[in-house]
Each structure stands twice: as C-alpha cells, then as structure tokens.
C-alpha cells in the first residue's frame, strides 16, 4: 500500500502534470533549524532503515499491479546508492539495518508507518511554502519518539536515513494508448515517481532533515536512474562537507 507522504507528494506532482509536458520538481528538503545552526552536531554514522519503496505496473486502463520482483531490484537500487553517495561525498558513514528479533521488527514496522505520518506533515506544512504555514520552518518540531533508540545501541548510529518511494511504470500497451491519445488531442498520463528519503535522531527520534523528489522519466529499477535521485535528494541536506 502507498504511503501516505507519496499521496501528498502525488498531489503536487499531478498538479505539475496538468500545468507542463514534464511532470517534475527539482528535489525539495525541509530542515530542522537546530540541525542547520549547528552543523558541527551532524551525525557521523547513521543507519539505513531498509527502503520502502512500492513499485507499481500501469495497466492500459490505469489498473496498478504491485510488482514484487521489480520491487526488490528497486530497493536493492536505493539501498547500493544511498551507501556508496553516502561514502563518497563524506556526509556520513550509512550502515545497514542489523538483524533483528521479532520484536525489534516489529517496532522498526511501527515507527516506519508513524514517520510516514510524520513526513506529510512535514511536506505539507514543514517547508513553509504556504504563507499560513511560514512559521513552521522555524518551529520544526516534527518527531517519532525515542522508540528507535535501540538501533544506536545495537549500531552506534546517531541517526537513521529513512527512504519511502512509489513508482508507477507503464506498461507497454499504455505507451501505446499514450501515443494514440496524443494523436486524438487526449493526454494520458504515464508513470510517476516518487520518493523521499530523511534522518531521524536515534536518542530523541527527532526529524532533522527530509528531501523530497518526484519525476516522470526515472525508473527505480535503474541503477543509473536511482543515482541520480540520490545525489540530488544528498544535494539537499545542510552543510555538505
């Protein structure tokens, strides 16, 4: 099921698609201002919570069909170049997510869902693009609780990257239905990507910094592709080194 940070990312991306031919942002991000002001603070090693990313196939008729294999080739993807543009701009040292009792997954599963939750607050309200919410980016007070606190023992990360994505791919009778429909002045839309990737503060589950990217011609299951997404989600994040 798609999270609910992509339903709101969806939201603006579709709006995009009716106003242009490409429905695309360039990477958002909204940050944490203790963690911006005091960069000196920023985590040195940090845990990859497993990706959840969510890969659809676009039926003709707009009927989505969860892809299991393609999925894992996605994740796989996020997981080798998270770690490797990890490593090679010097942001942080990223880690994988140790194994786990039942228990332990169990509450990674729940603080997943709830920093879901979490980052559509912080897309809608915790960027500040709204005048009605402007004060926000100064009052970011979004967090998940201290509940993930067990990881910096079991790692000793300060922090965890977490990545959410969908990815809607068309299939081929829908680029053909695409093609026939510009030939009859109707605009079909094609695939969707979208994908956020953020850092949570192991002791107090504080949310410190979330970058937020969508696209219409990236797909997950290019290693190519998903590198680019990544290095301009990393492109975001305050301070680089």
């Known amino acids: 099921m798609m999270r609910l940070i992509l339903n709101a990312m969806a939201v603006v991306a579709l709006i995009a698609a009716s106003v242009t031919a490409s429905a695309a942002f360039a990477a958002m991000s909204a940050v944490n201002p203790a963690f911006s ?3 000196d603070a920023r985590p040195k090693k940090v845990v990859l919570l497993p990706p959840q990313v969510f890969v659809f196939e676009l039926s003709a008729g707009g009927v ?4 299991a294999e393609w999925e894992a080739t996605a994740r ?3 997981t080798t170049a998270a770690t490797r543009l990890a490593q090679d701009s010097g ?3 990223l880690v ?3 194994s786990l009792t039942p228990a332990d997954l169990d509450r990674l599963d729940a603080h997943i869902g709830l920093y879901d939750r979490v980052a559509q607050s912080v897309f809608v309200y915790g960027r500040g693009e709204q005048s009605a919410w402007a004060h926000k980016k100064n009052e970011f007070d979004y967090t998940v609780g201290p509940g993930l606190a067990f990881l910096r023992e079991q790692t000793g990360a300060d922090a965890a ?3 959410l994505g969908s990815d809607f791919i068309s299939s081929g009778e829908r680029k053909a239905a695409f093609v026939v429909g510009l030939l009859l002045g109707v605009a079909l839309p094609l695939g969707q990507s979208f994908v956020t990737a953020g ?7 504080d949310v410190q910094w979330m970058g937020f990217d969508s696209s219409t011609r990236m797909d997950t299951r290019d290693p190519a592709d998903v590198d680019d997404l990544m290095r301009a989600l990393f492109q975001t994040y305050p301070g680089r080194r």
């Open 64 to 67: 989505q069909t969860r892809m």
């Open 96 to 98: 994988p997510t140790p």
């Open 161 to 163: 990257l977490v990545v």
């Open 76 to 78: 796989n993807n996020l």
């Open 37 to 39: 002001q005091n960069l």
């Open 91 to 93: 942001l942080f040292e």
């Open 199 to 205: 850092l949570v503060d192991l002791k107090t589950g």
